[in-house]
């Protein structure tokens, strides 16, 4: 690149503009992203788009990566994370590329077309101008008849299709076998979190009010056997080493472009592969089922559209995926389902009121019941029924 790395703050725009002048991606524009909380993530703006460059697209994404969180810079990270997160891009897109349905899908995930190990910058493939993460897409308005239900059904063929594939890949499975820190990670934002939110303990006292415990509610038996799950669930996740998993596959990290006169999904990249690793299958179907469902629950006017779409994902997952989805799977999903909703739900902001948060947790902890019961008739009623 034309300046040195170590000259320049690359979470500065201009100084990413310096960064990228006299290169085949040099820009007159470059925009920071909202959402993230680790990295800092640009459009650019070229000033020359070429089919070679950027296929044809006059702007392609930077992301710029730091040792620490960009949300909390006292929060370190290890930022080998990004090398690991460029290889799995590049692994994941030619397994996609060279899948049956590359022509017909709806998913995929960015090209890269360039990483600088030096300057901690991945420049990949940008879903366009007015793309927009599916989770803000669904809280916004509903799309047109049958396309979430399809693009749901292409996002559990694309996640078998990555566990399926990326785990029969020995340099990509040593290559993200490497990212030990984003194990703690992983069990920390759910497992470790949910029994300290339900009791109300330390930081998160008054988070549920009134309490969730009592009479009417969990019993001293329940938080038990819930503890219980997220111990075991949090050495399961330490200990994983023989599936590829993309490790945050959530509605955020779903970027989606629609088309202009029908308003339908027409392609979704997904992106932010910093966390994947060797880990759990079931978590990674979960992560998603859980968001896709908080979204019908605080937009009830969307629920059917939802429920619709949850069912061609699981069907279609459990359809591609070549090992067998067993009623352990099953259980496992559903219980993660609760747990995110337990967690994730009270703790982001924006969702709705704390009633209706409150309410939402309250789920979750009967998904995670039914799981830890096996409660298959259940279960199989559920959101997460598509799978059976």
């Not at 006059?58 to 710029?64: A, G, N, R, S």
């Not at 472009?257 to 392609?267: I, L, M, N, Y």
């Not at 703790?347 to 799981?371: A, D, N, P, S, Y």
Request: charged share 25%; glycine share 8%; net charge negative.
């Amino acid at each position: 690149m034309s300046s040195s790395s170590t000259d320049l703050d690359l979470s500065i725009a201009s100084n990413v503009i310096t960064y990228l002048s006299g290169t085949p991606f040099s820009s007159y524009q470059a925009d920071i992203l909202p959402g993230g909380n680790a990295n800092f993530t640009f459009r650019l703006f070229l000033d020359n788009p070429s089919p070679m460059i950027s296929g044809g697209m006059k702007t392609v994404v930077l992301k710029h990566a730091k040792g620490w969180s960009k949300s909390s810079p006292s929060f370190t990270l290890k930022i080998e994370r990004q090398a690991i997160e460029a290889f799995a891009l590049q692994r994941v897109r030619q397994i996609l590329d060279d899948s049956e349905n590359a022509g017909s899908s709806l998913v995929t995930v960015p090209r890269v077309l360039l990483h600088d190990p030096v300057a901690h910058v991945i420049i990949m493939e940008d879903a366009g101008e007015n793309s927009e993460p599916l989770k803000a897409l669904l809280r916004r308005t509903s799309l047109p008849s049958g396309n979430l239900a399809r693009l749901c059904h292409d996002l559990g063929h694309f996640l078998a299709d990555i566990h399926n594939r990326g785990s029969k890949d020995p340099e990509l499975m040593e290559k993200v076998g490497s990212n030990e820190e984003m194990r703690s990670i992983t069990s920390w934002i759910t497992y470790d979190r949910v029994v300290p939110i339900l009791r109300g303990e330390k930081e998160y006292s008054g988070l549920l009010s009134p309490s969730l415990l009592g009479a009417d509610g969990l019993s001293e038996q329940d938080m038990a056997r819930i503890g219980q799950l997220c111990s075991q669930r949090a050495a399961e996740i330490r200990a994983a080493v023989e599936v590829f998993t993309m490790g945050d596959f959530w509605t955020g990290n779903i970027i989606c472009r629609r088309d202009a006169a029908s308003g339908a999904v027409e392609k979704a990249f997904v992106v932010d592969w910093e966390v994947t690793k060797p880990g759990i299958p079931f978590l990674d179907f979960g992560q998603l089922a859980a968001e896709l469902y908080t979204i019908g629950c605080f937009h009830p006017e969307r629920e059917e559209e939802l429920r619709d779409a949850l069912k061609a994902y699981g069907k279609a997952y459990a359809k591609s995926r070549e090992t067998s989805v067993d009623e352990l799977f099953v259980r496992g999903a559903g219980s993660h389902l609760g747990a995110h909703l337990a967690v994730i739900t009270p703790t982001v902001e924006g969702w709705g009121t704390r009633e209706q948060v409150r309410e939402v947790v309250k789920q979750g902890t009967e998904f995670i019941l039914k799981g830890i019961e096996g409660d298959m008739v259940w279960l199989q009623d559920s959101v997460v029924g598509g799978l059976m």
